[in-house]
């Protein structure tokens, strides 16, 4: 089960093939964490500054395009809100939440090294958030329970989906001729 990435893609480094999965150049993208079944990246390992010095808040980002579509769907369908009130309700959730707000608080501070500061992004939840109870990515909650397993609450959104990886590889799938429209 693999994907032509090994013999099409010699030569890319993960970089041009997050590139590839995003259609853009990826920001502050320092490596990959996560590939799916088919070696392609899937999730990403982000600094908290890009390349200008700006802060890029998003530690953890899904690249699988697969994925990134499904997560949206549940994002579409209330998920963030559902999600943010399931949190608030269950205490274990809550306490799942607390513990990966502080381990991403954590790792930022690892990932900034002599660059930390007092930069208050610093500071943000998962996604970026200003307020860890309340939910702004769902992407970035899975991403974070991919990269770092046993985070119950990222674990359970990614539970609604119902399959995680495609049955091919994305990155075959981007080699494709592009389809001419119907008219």
């Keep these: 089960m693999y994907c032509r990435i090994g013999h099409y893609h010699r030569g890319m480094d993960d970089r041009e093939l997050v590139e590839r999965q ?46 990134v579509a499904a997560i949206s769907r549940l994002e579409a369908a209330g998920g963030v809100e559902r999600w943010s009130d399931e949190a608030t309700r269950d205490p274990r959730l809550a306490d799942s939440l607390a513990r990966a707000t502080a381990e991403q608080r954590r790792v930022r501070a690892e990932l900034a090294g002599d660059d930390a500061g007092a930069d208050a992004t ?15 990515c769902l992407h970035a909650h899975a991403a974070f329970a991919l990269a770092r397993p046993g985070y119950e609450l990222g674990e359970r959104i990614l539970d609604e989906i119902d399959s995680l990886w495609p049955r091919t590889c994305c990155m075959d799938a981007r080699e494709a001729p592009p389809m001419i429209p119907s008219r």
């Design 22 to 67: 995003l259609g853009r150049r990826p920001r502050a993208f320092r490596r990959v964490v996560v590939r799916c079944p088919f070696g392609a990246p899937a999730v990403t390992e982000q600094t908290p500054y890009d390349e200008t010095g700006a802060p890029f808040p998003t530690t953890y980002y899904v690249t699988c395009p697969q994925l």
């Design 122 to 136: 610093l500071e943000l939840g998962i996604g970026g958030s200003h307020k860890p109870e309340q939910l702004k």
